[in-house]
Nanobody, 114 residues
Framework: QAQLVESGGALVQPGGSLRLSCTAS????????MAWYRQAPGKQRDSVAR???????NYAQSVKGRFTISRDNAKSTVYLQMNSLKPEDTAVYYC????????WGQGTQVTVSS
């Protein structure tokens, strides 16, 4: 059974950094593009960053230059390095396969507050 497990969320001060991890199982990870999404309270879930099978990336305008998505196919893991965090980055962060979505995991909470 295919599964995604996110981790790494925390409470961090504005300007701080976090690295999120998402470990996949139950499918051939290296064959799929992957993406990070986030959902703030009362808002819809939005795509934050994507990475292709070949390693090409793209980002939402709101995080461009601050967030970096990467993948380690040997570990079936996708990462999101988040720098210069802002209060508006507060959300539950999820990973999934764009265009071939699996059941959503539990996500990981990121709270940016002083």
């Amino acid at each position: 059974q295919a599964q995604l497990v996110e981790s790494g969320g925390a409470l961090v001060q504005p300007g701080g950094s976090l690295r999120l991890s998402c470990t996949a199982s139950g499918f051939i990870f290296s064959s799929y593009p992957m993406a990070w999404y986030r959902q703030a309270p009362g808002k819809q879930r939005d795509s934050v960053a994507r990475i292709t099978v070949g390693g090409s990336t793209n980002y939402a305008q709101s995080v461009k230059g601050r967030f970096t998505i990467s993948r380690d196919n040997a570990k079936s893991t996708v990462y999101l390095q988040m720098n210069s965090l802002k209060p508006e980055d507060t959300a539950v962060y999820y990973c999934n396969r764009p265009w071939a979505e699996l059941n959503w995991g539990q996500g990981t909470q990121v709270t940016v507050s002083s």
